[in-house]
């Protein structure tokens, strides 16, 4: 566990006899091990696990439509690896957006107790802090392999974690759907004049890119959108990807299907966790809970370069939609907006202006790095005859 996760750690089971303590420690190390491996539905609900420990049910709240796809699976996922590794001594029941809740409404019913865990994308919540973009995506930001290594090693769940609890959460990396696109557009948008008046659904920061751009951004539910785009209400829309969006059918309304997605380069999803509810579980409740975000991050976005290949190839052989990049022009102003929105956002308190100071750090290292590691073999790999 990171170092920040290892703070205030509730030390009841200090108080327990040795044998509660042996039991405790060999069931963490069984949890986390079997959930890193994959194993978690092998393990027997009668274990060590259970010894003197009374059942929790956890209601987990998402921003997903139920059984949505990579994203609402994904948190099923992540809510049942939670009770198959505890031995069902933590029952995670998941409901989809709008079942317990709306979906944008999930980060206060957990800051507020009305919920236990939450899974989303932090820059919903950029209305409480604009610092919470950072750990979702931003324009022209990190790459999923990039956000990983800031979050986890770089500095950035520390600066997470003090961000969180002032709404009394404590965060987790859950999740990752890698590169989106760039989104889906009923009319081409290859110059800057194009996107003038365009009504798009992209939230977040990359929504202010657009609105620079001369578009109207809009916030919407992913289950609200193909209505509104088949009904006119907007022009665009951007979601995930191929694998997501052709789930969505939005390839039978807008015929122009961009890339890159600039807005969200490698979109990390999140679990948030009730604060108070975090500070009373014990080591081993905690290391199963923080273990199985871990997995699941890795199964996510494994499942999301799958999927999304499979589904580009059934994109491009079974429908009439052309992919199309955007122009240079486009995004080169795409970038210069992008640099400019996020520095705007840094100077709007003293605790956002640190995030982004050590976000940059990550950024930069990182685009280094890629530019003679995964960018030099991309280009090299396109000399191969069998791509």
């Known amino acids: 566990m990171g170092d920040s996760a290892n703070k205030g750690i509730n030390r009841r089971t200090a108080l327990k006899s040795a044998a509660g303590l042996g039991a405790a420690a060999t069931g963490a190390g069984l949890a986390a091990g079997l959930v890193l491996s994959g194993q978690s539905k092998n393990i027997s609900r009668s274990g060590p696990a259970l010894l003197g420990q009374a059942s929790r049910t956890l209601r987990m709240v998402t921003t997903w439509p139920k059984n949505f796809p990579g994203l609402g699976t994904g948190a099923a996922r992540l809510a049942q690896r939670i009770s198959d590794v505890s031995g069902g001594t933590l029952a995670v029941q998941v409901y989809a957006a709008g ?62 974690d003090r961000l969180s609890a002032r709404f009394n959460i404590k965060p987790f990396i859950a999740g990752n759907t890698g590169v989106q696109m760039g989104g889906w557009f009923k009319r081409p948008v290859d110059t800057l004049e194009d996107f003038r008046g365009l009504r798009i659904r992209m939230p977040g920061l990359g929504g202010e890119v657009m609105q620079r751009l001369g578009a109207t951004p809009v916030t919407k539910a992913g289950g609200e959108l193909f209505q509104a785009l088949d009904q006119g209400n907007i022009d665009a829309t951007e979601w995930v990807g191929p694998w997501n969006d052709m789930a969505f059918a939005f390839h039978t309304i807008a015929k122009s299907y961009y890339y890159p997605g600039i807005h969200e380069p490698g979109t ?4 948030g ?6 500070n009373d579980l014990d080591d081993r409740e905690r290391a199963i809970i923080q273990e199985s975000a871990t997995a699941e991050s890795l199964t996510m976005r494994s499942e999301f370069e799958h999927n999304n290949a499979m589904a580009l190839e059934r994109l491009i052989e079974t429908t009439d939609v052309k992919l199309r990049r955007f122009s240079d022009p486009v995004l080169k102003r795409m970038a210069e907006i992008s640099e400019q929105v996020l520095a705007e956002v840094a100077a709007s308190d003293s605790f956002t202006a640190e995030v982004y100071d050590s976000f940059k750090t990550a950024r930069r290292r990182g685009a280094r790095w890629g530019e003679i590691s995964e960018q030099a073999f991309a280009a090299a790999r396109a000399f191969s005859t069998n791509r």
Do not use: C
Not at 273 to 278: D, I, T
């Open 99 to 160: 079942e317990l809740v709306p979906a944008l409404s999930a980060f206060d019913a957990v800051s507020q107790g009305k919920a236990d865990l939450y899974h989303g994308a932090e820059y919903y919540w950029q209305g409480r802090s604009p610092a919470f973009n950072f750990f979702a995506a931003v324009p022209m930001g990190l790459t999923a392999s990039e956000m990983e290594a800031w979050i986890r090693f770089g500095g950035g769940q520390a600066l997470w």
């Open 268 to 271: 990390t999803l999140s679990m």
């Open 273 to 278: 966790v009730n604060l108070s509810l975090w």
